[in-house]
């Protein structure tokens, strides 16, 4: 398993395709939330498993933190540690920005994964894309 910063556009629609398998076809969310207005600001991620994309994430700088979203896995690839390599390779990429801490927007599921990372909760629950999630926050 490898992860890469998304250095042109095959890479860039590589990610896109495993958010699109993710979220809009296992979790229904509508393309039109998933593929957002923040696209062309964030730094992309995608993680390769036996030469496929296999997940992905984008990291964006908001209000002085570092924003970490659209954390996802494909199905064949969960329980891998894919998640944890993906995540590492956004915390070290935030680290070189000289970010202090990061957000995320974690669905409710995912909580006890981010918690093992050390995230901790900071907010109520509250509904994205009619998904519960949750705020978390790491010092870095």
């Not at 957002?36 to 030469?51: C, I, R, S």
């Not at 933190?65 to 896995?73: H, L, P, W």
């Not at 935030?94 to 970010?99: C, D, L």
């Amino acid at each position: 398993m490898n992860v890469k910063i998304v250095e042109n556009e095959q890479e860039l629609q590589e990610a896109y395709q495993v958010r699109k398998e993710v979220f809009v076809e296992e979790q229904k969310v509508p393309l039109e939330e998933e593929i957002d207005q923040f696209e062309d600001e964030a730094t992309h991620f995608v993680l390769y498993k036996d030469n496929e994309p296999s997940g992905a994430g984008r990291f964006r700088i908001v209000d002085g933190y570092g924003k970490v979203e659209r954390i996802c896995v494909k199905e064949n690839a969960r329980k891998t540690g894919a998640g944890k390599e993906i995540m590492h390779a956004i915390e070290s990429f935030a680290i070189e920005k000289g970010v202090p801490a990061l957000k995320l927007h974690a669905q409710t599921h995912a909580i006890p994964f981010y918690e093992r990372i050390g995230y901790e909760v900071i907010s109520e629950e509250f509904l994205d894309a009619g998904i519960p999630h949750r705020t978390m926050k790491k010092q870095i």
